[in-house]
């Protein structure tokens, strides 16, 4: 999750100037860096309140979520958040902004981040291992895992499963790719959105609407039958499909494909 911004697109003047503007309101420009060009990476205890994730108090200053505008919000040991707490990342998820109403009156606050979350699968984290066995009961499994709500679980677009490391691979001398390379490919892709989406508000397929999906996420018919058993199988929602289809076309862009 620290790793990545170093693969995120740099940002551009006008990302840079928006996140200026929100750690300027929340007091917390570093010192001697009047522009922020870095993108943001904010990862909150756990313990955090509500007012201290979305923002708020009597003059309300930006929470959580609006300092890592641009760039990413990790939160770790997931369902160990208040419930009160995960629940009203959902708007923020969904319009990108978050409104906070006070007396005085009606404050907005950007919030255009990545969400990534991790968490154990159950509270003494080995449901499922292959060789350790799991020594929660049944219940407390479900109870743990129903912590992160079904509408909330849909706003996440990429599910991954980390299973147990073996020493074989802990002990590889082999090295992956560096940051820098992968950086490469995804400014590639993303120079490719940005052509896609020129003369209009959008900078990314994150940001399409159904309209713009329809337009530029055109399946063959093989896609279109996958997608049909999917929705059909899974029970997918609306939300879902539309995600889908958006992260299927971010993936073609990488790879340099103009079809899904």
């Given at each position: 999750a620290r790793a990545l911004p170093s693969i995120l697109p740099r940002m551009t003047v006008e990302e840079s100037l928006?996140?200026?503007?929100?750690?300027?309101?929340?007091?917390?420009?570093?010192?001697?860096?009047?522009?922020?060009?870095?993108?943001?990476?904010?990862?909150?205890?756990?313990?955090?309140?509500?007012?201290?994730?979305v923002g708020g108090g009597n003059v309300p200053h930006p929470g959580e979520?609006?300092?890592?505008?641009?760039?990413?919000?990790?939160l770790d040991e997931f369902p160990e958040f208040g419930s009160r707490v995960l629940e009203v990342l959902r708007q923020p998820l969904e319009?990108?902004?978050?409104?906070?109403s006070r007396a005085q009156g009606t404050l907005t606050f950007p919030a255009n981040f990545q969400l990534v979350a991790a968490m154990n699968p159950c509270p003494c984290g080995y449901y499922g291992d292959a060789t350790k066995p799991c020594t929660c009961a049944p219940s407390t499994v479900t109870k743990y895992q129903h912590r992160i709500s079904g509408p909330l679980l849909d706003r996440i677009d990429i599910h991954v499963d980390v299973p147990r490391v073996d020493y074989e691979k802990l002990s590889d001398v082999r090295l992956g790719e560096p940051?820098?390379?992968?950086?490469?490919?995804?400014?590639?892709?993303?120079?490719?959105?940005?052509?896609?989406?020129?003369?209009?508000?959008?900078?990314?397929?994150?940001?399409?609407?159904?309209?713009?999906?329809?337009?530029y996420c055109d399946l063959d018919e093989s896609c279109r039958s996958l997608?049909?058993?999917?929705?059909?199988?899974?029970?997918?929602?609306?939300?879902?499909?539309?995600?889908?289809?958006?992260?299927a076309r971010t993936i073609a862009d990488l790879a340099g494909s103009v079809a899904i």
């Amino acid at each position: 999750a620290r790793a990545l911004p170093s693969i995120l697109p740099r940002m551009t003047v006008e990302e840079s100037l928006d996140v200026t503007r929100i750690y300027s309101v929340a007091d917390a420009l570093p010192v001697g860096i009047p522009l922020i060009k870095n993108r943001p990476f904010r990862s909150p205890h756990h313990t955090i309140s509500h007012a201290g994730l979305v923002g708020g108090g009597n003059v309300p200053h930006p929470g959580e979520i609006s300092l890592a505008h641009r760039g990413v919000l990790f939160l770790d040991e997931f369902p160990e958040f208040g419930s009160r707490v995960l629940e009203v990342l959902r708007q923020p998820l969904e319009d990108k902004v978050v409104t906070i109403s006070r007396a005085q009156g009606t404050l907005t606050f950007p919030a255009n981040f990545q969400l990534v979350a991790a968490m154990n699968p159950c509270p003494c984290g080995y449901y499922g291992d292959a060789t350790k066995p799991c020594t929660c009961a049944p219940s407390t499994v479900t109870k743990y895992q129903h912590r992160i709500s079904g509408p909330l679980l849909d706003r996440i677009d990429i599910h991954v499963d980390v299973p147990r490391v073996d020493y074989e691979k802990l002990s590889d001398v082999r090295l992956g790719e560096p940051s820098s390379v992968i950086a490469g490919r995804v400014e590639t892709a993303r120079e490719v959105q940005r052509q896609r989406f020129a003369g209009t508000k959008l900078t990314c397929n994150a940001d399409m609407h159904p309209a713009e999906v329809r337009q530029y996420c055109d399946l063959d018919e093989s896609c279109r039958s996958l997608m049909r058993a999917a929705m059909n199988q899974m029970d997918l929602s609306a939300r879902a499909y539309h995600r889908i289809l958006k992260l299927a076309r971010t993936i073609a862009d990488l790879a340099g494909s103009v079809a899904i």
